[in-house]
């Protein structure tokens, strides 16, 4: 069955750096575009990262850009989110994300990590 797996979430003092992980297993990688997007309590969910089903482009969100940095290894079918300079105002549930390079309507969620950047 789909999975997508995040881990590498936890608490960072500000300043600090984390590495998000999503391993994906059920569908065929490469043919999915991926995404991180994130939820802070009492917020809707917001796009944080994408990049195309190749690796060969990518977007950010204004308020990650310069700090964070999305990429991925399709022979390891893993998505990484690399994330430098925390703030406290990026606290909130990671999710993974990968929806279909042509039938966009196809997309699968991962269960989300905490990262809780706080002194």
């Known amino acids: 069955q789909v999975q997508l797996v995040e881990s590498g979430g936890g608490l960072v003092q500000p300043g600090g750096s984390l590495r998000l992980s999503c391993a994906a297993s059920?569908?065929?990688?490469?043919?999915?575009?991926m995404s991180w997007y994130r939820q802070a309590p009492g917020k809707e969910r917001e796009l944080v990262a994408t990049?195309?089903?190749?690796?060969?482009?990518?977007n950010y969100a204004d308020s990650v850009k310069g700090r964070f940095t999305i990429s991925r290894d399709n022979a390891k079918n893993t998505v990484y989110l690399q994330m430098n300079s925390l703030k406290p105002e990026d606290t909130a549930v990671y999710y993974c994300?990968?929806?279909?390079?042509?039938?966009?309507?196809?997309?699968?969620w991962g269960q989300g990590t905490q990262v809780t950047v706080s002194s």
């Open positions: 994300n990968a929806r279909n390079s042509v039938f966009r309507a196809i997309s699968y």
């Open positions: 059920g569908f065929t990688f490469s043919n999915y575009a």
């Open positions: 990049i195309t089903s190749t690796g060969d482009s990518t």
